[in-house]
């Protein structure tokens, strides 16, 4: 089993079989996988939950580390046949003790015909590598319905295990197997009191076939108190491309006039705070050059003093000196 806690690349596998199986408890690692998990089944659209619990579908956690997620979904689709599966063996090893109740296999892109499921989950995965495109690839060849992906949304500033990041326009409106993108959901979980992250989440949900039968009463966008979610089953492919281009543009060219904005503020309080030190060592200056001319002065002073003093002494000794010289020679002459 020592094979399974080589230290590898960040992100390898071996990095994923020793991070599972040394510090990601203590991080928080598994309260993560289940906030992710249960914000996502709080944010799927109404019609796929209503099909999800009429049909039963399956369910397969891909990259589902040590299976937290797994006991969130069958919280919610109590009736659906859930499974995970991961690339990391001491994980996978971990979550089998943890959830003897749930089936866990190796993640294997090199399968040729690996275990379908109705519906694949993954959750978190997809940023941790450069190929994200191959990895959803291999997501989406394993669902026979629909795949829901769940990753960070515009990270400016990503963590060291996040090697891109996903804006609007990232994810294909259309994957390799021909499902198309049915409903997006932008989520700020930062302000929830029981959050594990500190940011934004993208959730999408590909379908095989788009679906045209959106109730009269059901926007195309609803907006939560900490989401937006938008309905994309009434239009076609390039309506969806164009519009997640055109919506990621405004949003980067939003965010680049608030990054500008924060650098000109940054650069203002620079500016203001050089005005204020050079004004504190004026002033300092200022002190300096008063207590300099104090000090001459009242050496000055002194000095005058002094002077005054020995002038007085030498006149005194003169004086008496005269009045010495003036009592002999009235001595000499009586």
């Not at 799927?44 to 619990?53: A, D, N, S």
């Not at 006149?315 to 009592?327: H, N, P, S």
Request: contains cysteine.
């Amino acid at each position: 089993m020592d094979h399974l806690f080589k230290t590898g690349e960040i992100n390898s596998i071996d990095y994923w079989n020793q991070r599972l199986f040394t510090d990601w408890i203590a991080e928080g690692g598994r309260k993560q996988t289940a906030f992710f998990a249960g914000m996502c089944c709080a944010e799927l659209p109404e019609w796929l939950v209503e099909e999800m619990r009429a049909r039963r579908l399956s369910i397969l956690d891909y990259g589902c580390a040590l299976g937290d997620a797994l006991p969130v979904f069958r919280q919610a689709f109590a009736a659906s046949p859930i499974r995970g599966a991961d690339v990391a063996e001491a994980g996978l090893g971990l979550a089998r003790a943890l959830y003897p109740d749930f089936e866990f296999s190796r993640v294997d892109p090199t399968e040729a015909a690996p275990p379908p499921a109705d519906i694949v989950y993954c959750s978190n995965t997809l940023e941790h590598f450069q190929d994200w495109p191959a990895m959803l690839r291999d997501v989406a060849r394993r669902a026979t319905e629909y795949v829901l992906v769940v990753v960070p949304f515009e990270e400016d500033e990503p963590i060291a295990e996040h090697v891109c990041t996903f804006e609007l326009d990232s994810l294909p409106a259309v994957l390799d197997t021909g499902m198309r993108l049915l409903h997006l959901s932008v989520v700020n979980v930062a302000d929830d009191p029981q959050t594990y992250w500190n940011g934004r989440q993208l959730i999408a949900v590909y379908g095989k076939e788009r679906r045209d039968n959106r109730k009269p009463t059901e926007p195309l966008c609803r907006a939560g108190k900490h989401s937006l979610a938008v309905d994309l089953r009434s239009l076609d492919n390039d309506a969806v491309a164009a519009l997640l281009l055109g919506t990621a543009t405004l949003s980067r060219e939003r965010r680049r006039l608030a990054q500008g904005a924060v650098e000109a503020a940054g650069t203002r309080a620079e500016k203001s705070e050089a005005r204020e030190r050079a004004a504190t060592a004026e002033a300092e200056k200022q002190r300096n050059l008063a207590d300099r001319m104090k000090r001459q002065r009242d050496g000055a002073q002194l000095a005058a003093a002094e002077a005054v003093h020995a002038e007085i002494a030498k006149l005194r000794k003169e004086q008496a000196g005269a009045e010495q010289l003036a009592r002999k020679r009235g001595e000499q002459i009586e």
